[in-house]
């Protein structure tokens, strides 16, 4: 018994509980290590989208990466650009750290 005068925990429950546990593991871990967190820091929700694909070599949506980041505590905002109605969502106090090797299209020389 789970808890004296109540039922055990549906099987079906605890491997939900861990799959959800093994996930957010999976991205505290990809944080820690690819990323710094610090006042004044921001990064695109696209952008950590392609740094995650880069690094796990795993194809993840914008929206799974939102709610699982959400999900750590990391706050998300969306911000309009320019004179469309297009959104690009950033996080606030996350940013790829100086130290990674991952480079934009602007860091490549147009020869």
């Known amino acids: 018994m789970y808890h004296k005068g109540l039922p055990e925990i549906p099987e079906y429950y605890k491997d939900e509980k861990k799959e959800i546990m093994d996930?957010?593991?999976?991205f505290k871990t990809f944080v820690s290590e690819f990323c710094e967190i610090g006042e004044g820091y921001?990064?695109?929700?696209?952008?950590?989208?392609?740094?995650?694909?880069?690094?796990?070599?795993?194809?993840?949506?914008?929206?799974?990466?939102?709610?699982?980041?959400?999900?750590?505590?990391?706050?998300y905002k969306r911000k309009l650009r320019?004179?469309?109605?297009?959104?690009?969502?950033?996080?606030?106090?996350?940013?790829?750290?100086?130290?990674?090797?991952?480079?934009?299209e602007s860091d490549l020389d147009s020869d």
């Open 23 to 26: 996930s957010n593991f999976v």
């Open 42 to 75: 921001r990064i695109s929700k696209k952008e950590l989208v392609e740094k995650y694909y880069i690094e796990k070599n795993i194809k993840i949506d914008e929206k799974t990466l939102r709610d699982e980041m959400k999900g750590l505590g990391y706050e």
């Open 82 to 104: 320019g004179g469309n109605d297009k959104s690009q969502g950033v996080f606030i106090g996350l940013r790829i750290k100086e130290d990674s090797c991952y480079l934009n």
